[in-house]
């Protein structure tokens, strides 16, 4: 099962929060011991501990840039958060007050894909879910039209 993260508070270095903790969100995406044996899941997501089918963060810039441009930043990759070289440096020179991160694992019939990691972005709006959303092939025209 995917890994959601939030920050919210004094602007940190996103690092402090997605990569040096003791069970930061990236520990997680390699070992994630919470589901190591759980046999309700499907074979391959209950007796692993891998997150390693992508990852993303958002965050918000500072209020002042925010007031010209309230537009989230927000950074994907399929490749593992663990091996990820962009991941590490980027957190370590951003700074930001709102940070979402997320590691992958993807469920059977889901496509590895960026548009599939989140967090995720619309106008100012940035979130995460965990599962799917029902029916969404029947109210997907009408949000892309908006």
């Known amino acids: 099962m995917c890994r959601l993260m939030a920050y919210i508070g004094p602007a940190r270095l996103i690092a402090d929060v997605v990569l040096w903790p003791d069970r930061s969100i990236i520990k997680q995406s390699y070992d994630a011991r919470e589901r190591l044996q759980d046999p309700s899941l499907p074979n391959h997501l209950g007796f692993g501990n891998l997150n390693g089918d992508g990852f993303g963060i958002g965050w918000y810039t500072s209020d002042e840039l925010r007031s010209s441009d309230p537009t989230p930043c927000m950074y994907k990759s399929i490749t593992p ?7 590490a440096r ?4 951003i700074m930001s007050p709102l940070v979402f ?6 469920y059977p019939g889901m496509p ?5 990691c989140h967090p995720f972005q619309w106008g100012r709006y940035l ?14 025209r009408r949000l892309l039209e908006q």
């Open 81 to 87: 958060a663990w091996n990820n070289e962009n991941l």
């Open 90 to 93: 980027l957190s370590c020179k």
């Open 101 to 106: 991160a997320h590691v992958r694992a993807a």
């Open 112 to 116: 590895v894909s960026e548009q599939n």
């Open 127 to 140: 979130w995460m879910h965990n599962g799917v959303v029902g029916g969404f092939s029947k109210i997907k």
